[in-house]
């Protein structure tokens, strides 16, 4: 999608602080952190939201898997994985990713 910023980001047309490289994902520090820990995750390939995403089955495994390990690699004390979906779910990004949030305490419910 040639308007998508994180395609864009996927391409290498924006500069981003990756973390993490697949053929078919990449994983990158978010511009504005809510956490000392907060790494975004995204495939490479464009799909709207986690709903158009999880019909692909392997591919999402794939991303939970990377989101898991990076959880367990940069956050000692716990982390959360979120994707926010619509607009109620606080979705501004409309290139489905998860994020990597940590190294803090996080609150329990979200407001
Ligand atoms: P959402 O609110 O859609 O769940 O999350 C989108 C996230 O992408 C936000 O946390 C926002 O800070 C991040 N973001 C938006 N544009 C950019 C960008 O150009 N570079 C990086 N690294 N993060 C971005
Ligand atoms: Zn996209």
């Known amino acids: 999608m040639s308007e998508c910023i994180f395609c864009k980001i ?3 047309e924006i500069p981003a602080n990756v973390v993490y490289q697949s053929d078919e994902m990449i994983a990158f520090l978010d511009i504005a952190p809510v956490a000392p820990v907060h790494i975004v995750v995204i495939p490479k390939k464009h799909f709207a939201n986690v709903s158009e ?3 692909e ?3 999402s495994a794939k991303m939970l898997k990377v989101m898991a ?3 367990d690699q940069n956050c000692q004390t ?3 994985l979120v994707f926010n979906t619509g607009d109620d779910g606080g979705q501004t990004v409309f290139h489905v990713h998860g994020h990597v949030l940590g ?3 996080l609150q329990w419910p979200p407001g």
């Open 78 to 80: 716990g982390y959360r």
């Open 69 to 71: 390990e990076l959880g």
């Open 57 to 59: 089955s392997d591919l």
């Open 53 to 55: 995403l999880s019909v």
């Open 10 to 12: 996927a391409a290498g």
């Open 103 to 105: 190294q803090r305490a």
